[in-house]
């Protein structure tokens, strides 16, 4: 024991092979090297956390107040007014549809070889008196619905009035102003006093309800008629809308019987109301609604628009490049590419409105295009602008990524199918891109990630108008201007207040965001994978 | 656009044959009779030099290879016997670079480097088996079929009866008869390169080229494709690169040493490996380099 332990003190042993360490307050070169790379990536998971539990917190805060938000909405009879709104509203959609029966009836009767403006109109004279008649009848409804808002915003004005000093009170207490605290009057609101106005209207209502059925039935029985079959088509489809439009009423007057200002609101409901909520109305005199389905549908659109455009010219220029160009074009073709993600966004945006905005609109009243839905259109800011430009951002990614799934095909394949007498072509559709087919998927999810998640060109050239388009004019909606949710957290947070339901629904926003590029992101990152497995 | 003729019209050229050209003919066959298998190469190569960019791989390749026999070329790696394999249907083509300096390949006595070929009506003639096998990643019976479609059939009866003849030739009609529809990739390497066979076979060529088809295999499955080969003399022309002489003994009729580009020695297998002419190819085949 003592012979090998001298042998191991020994300066210069027979065998030479200890390590010998440089030491640093302990650690080794090693040691700091790896703590080094290790600390790095330990950050940037920390703060991916972070941003997740941030996201998730401010957010989360937006369920209890939008499930507050609807209560007041519900206890000041809000919701009650909202009934009989709607009601007039259909109505006056009733009487938009006949104005636009008139405009088309003018147009047709004054075309070539017909009628001068004037001997139109004294035409039109009986048909007018119908639509003044046919407008008249609601006016009752109106005054209703106007006086009782006035009800119902006083009940909510004072119900927020009380919650401010409730706030006042709390705050002068915790700071120890006790006598100052007692001066704040506070004066609960007696809701089923304050409502009882509009209990009230409901034996009225019912009465002028039933007016307003027999008028509208007698007025739609003796529609006036049009001569041409195309007009009459519509004029009959009006009675019909006018016909449904009385058969809700029953309806309607069955949910202001059974309306209740106490029933409770739950979480659940202040959830689906912001996902399937069809209005974003923010800091409006009657009622705030926070529904991501608007903004949603124009990322969602547009998010279309620019992929329908950038997986052809993405996906057929990586396979040009990697399957058909000689070695000079593809030397010149993929850096080209590549460098259209060099521009920053917000130039590219600027572009949008300085040019391409302009120039799609010049080309939209071109008259031989006119036969294009949607042409000729005046918003300049629109899905399609957007979408074009997006396009732009999202072929550089689809391309390179595409171009590698392509790259990726072994040798081998192409070769084989050239030997069975297949030419360059049909070696490319039938062999190589069914091959890199997941692969080329998984370029278009990413360039899908990229154009959701893009902020600048939508917010620049999307026309920034929160509503959902209109489907029903057929592929016209792609010219309509529109707001998305990258947009408006863009828009909005700068002016909100820190903590109000408006910041927290826009985080809220912000999650609904990360969750769908979450999903793209990790869709596309399984097909790849599989698509490795697949590759051998 | 001119093809290649089929096996019966093989009219000679009209120059008069090369002394050099025919170092097989033992005994002198009127040109114009279809020819046996004794007579007329099918393939006639001539003077090939062959370059990769500045680097010549083939010198003076003169070789005749004759039909429904088996070919083995042999030699040391970087040889050049799998560049002038893949000469027979051009697919040096596809590499940048390649060019053939001076000399000709006839099949059929058609020059086949010649502008006016149409190298895909080539390559559906001269068939090829790859070094590792290449199924498509797509079904058994998709792989098969997919050089037939290309030529236009479609008619569904037609292509199964293909498809199982073409695996019967190959061998492997019993073990994948009941999973025609599965992915090719799920077989094992040997299956996968009889499988390779068979879509080779199938589009009927003359000639079949195997780029050293059992450099991947293990011995069992080396030794089912040898087998193979035996039984496809009989239909086709087979040439065949092989690393392992002991297979090109085995398997083939005629044997040529490729050594640094040129070719040393070109005679019947027996001869080759038990009475060499040349003191190369004896030290080759007796395992003293390569």
């Known amino acids: ?536 | 656009m001119v093809t290649v003729p089929s096996r019966l019209d093989s009219t000679p050229p009209a120059s008069g044959p090369a002394p050099a050209r025919r170092p097989t003919v033992v005994e002198g066959v009127p040109p114009s009779v279809p020819a046996p298998a004794a007579g007329q190469p099918l393939v006639e190569i001539e003077h090939l030099d062959f370059f990769y960019g500045a680097s010549q791989a083939l010198r003076e390749i003169t070789l005749g290879i004759e039909r429904q026999k088996v070919t083995a070329f042999i030699g040391p790696s970087g040889c050049g016997k799998s560049t002038l394999l893949r000469c027979l249907n051009r697919m040096n083509d596809l590499i940048e670079g390649t060019r053939i300096v001076r000399g000709s390949i006839r099949i059929h006595g058609v020059d086949i480097n010649q502008p006016d070929v149409d190298v895909i009506e080539l390559r559906k003639r001269v068939g090829m088996v790859f070094q590792k096998s290449n199924p498509f990643p797509k079904s058994i019976h998709e792989n098969i079929t997919y050089g037939l479609r290309l030529q236009g059939i479609r008619d569904k009866a037609k292509l199964d009866e293909i498809v199982e003849r073409s695996l019967r030739g190959a061998a492997l009609w019993d073990e994948v008869k009941d999973r025609l529809g599965e992915s090719a990739m799920g077989l094992s390497g040997g299956q996968q390169q009889r499988l390779c066979i068979a879509r080779a076979i199938a589009v009927e060529p003359e000639i079949i080229l195997m780029d050293e088809p059992c450099s991947a295999l293990d011995p069992v499955a080396t030794a089912k494709v040898e087998e193979l080969i035996q039984d496809l003399r009989s239909r086709f022309t087979i040439v065949i690169v092989t690393h392992n002489m002991q297979q090109a003994a085995r398997c083939s009729d005629r044997t040529a040493f490729f050594y640094l580009g040129k070719l040393i020695e070109y005679a019947d297998t027996r001869d080759i490996f038990t009475n060499p002419a040349n003191p190369q190819t004896e030290a080759y085949v007796s395992g003293r380099f390569g």
């Not at chain 1, 259909?90 to 017909?114: E, F, I, K, V």
């Not at chain 1, 409502?195 to 007025?219: I, Q």
Request: charged fraction near 20%.
């Open chain 1, 1 to 536: 024991m003592s012979q090998l332990s001298s042998s191991a003190s020994a300066p210069t042993p027979q065998f030479p092979i200890h390590k010998r360490r440089l030491r640093f307050l302990g650690l080794t070169v090693e040691d700091c090297i790896k703590s080094f790379f290790g600390g790095n990536a330990l950050i940037s998971v920390v703060v991916l956390g972070l941003i997740t539990f941030f996201l998730v917190k401010e957010g989360a805060g937006f369920l209890g107040q939008n499930r507050q938000n609807l209560a007041i909405y519900r206890l000041a009879g809000l919701e009650f007014v909202d009934h009989l709104r709607r009601q007039s509203e259909d109505h006056t959609a009733l009487t938009r549809y006949l104005s636009d029966l008139r405009l088309r009836t003018l147009n047709q009767w004054t075309g070539p070889g017909g009628l001068t403006l004037e001997a139109a109109n004294a035409r039109l004279a009986e048909f007018d008196d119908y639509a003044a008649r046919f407008g008249d009848a609601a006016d009752p409804l109106r005054g209703m619905v106007s006086d009782l808002s006035e009800v119902a915003t006083a009940i909510k004005t004072k119900f927020l009035v009380n919650e401010d000093k409730k706030e006042e009170r709390r705050q002068l207490l915790a700071e120890g102003k006790v006598a100052e605290a007692g001066a704040v009057v506070i004066t609960a609101v007696d809701f089923p006093a304050e409502l009882r106005p509009l209990r009230d209207s409901l034996p009225a209502y019912r009465e002028a309800n039933r007016e307003f059925s027999t008028r509208l039935g007698a007025l739609l029985a003796a529609a006036p008629r049009l001569p041409e079959p195309e007009l009459q088509r519509r004029m009959d489809r009006f009675a019909e809308l006018g016909r449904t439009y009385v058969a809700t009423f029953p309806g309607i007057e069955r949910d202001l019987a059974v309306w209740d200002h106490a029933r409770p609101v739950s979480a659940a409901e202040a959830f689906t109301a912001f996902i399937f909520g069809r209005q974003w109305l923010t800091a409006s005199f009657w009622q705030d609604w926070y529904g991501v389905v608007p903004l949603l549908t124009g990322s969602f659109l547009v998010a279309l628009v620019a992929l329908s455009l950038a997986v052809p010219l993405g996906v057929g220029a990586a396979v040009y490049v990697n399957q058909i160009a000689s070695q000079r074009e593809q030397r010149f073709i993929k850096p080209g590419i590549e460098f259209i993600s060099a521009f920053p966004s917000v130039v590219l945006g600027f572009f949008g409105i300085a040019v391409l905005g302009q120039a799609l609109r010049a080309m939209s009243q071109l008259p031989w295009l006119s036969w294009v839905p949607g042409f000729p259109y005046s918003e300049r800011l629109n899905i399609l602008t957007a979408g074009c430009l997006l396009a732009l951002i999202a072929v550089p990614t689809i391309f390179t990524l595409a171009e590698d799934a392509l790259n990726n095909v072994p040798r081998a394949l192409k070769e084989a199918s050239l030997a069975l007498g297949a030419s360059r072509l049909q070696t490319t559709i039938r062999i190589i891109v069914p091959a890199s087919l997941s692969g080329i998927i998984s370029a278009v999810l990413l360039g899908l990630g990229r154009v959701v998640g893009e902020t600048m060109v939508v917010l620049l050239c999307a026309g920034n108008r929160i509503a959902i388009p209109d489907f029903t004019q057929g592929l016209g909606f792609i010219v309509e201007p529109v707001h998305t949710m990258t947009g408006i957290i863009a828009q909005e947070m700068g002016e909100v207040v820190r903590g109000s339901i408006h910041y927290r629904a826009l985080f809220m926003v912000g999650l609904v965001l990360f969750i769908l590029s979450l999903t793209i992101n990790y869709a596309a990152q399984h097909i790849v994978r599989r698509y490795r497995i697949s590759i051998g």
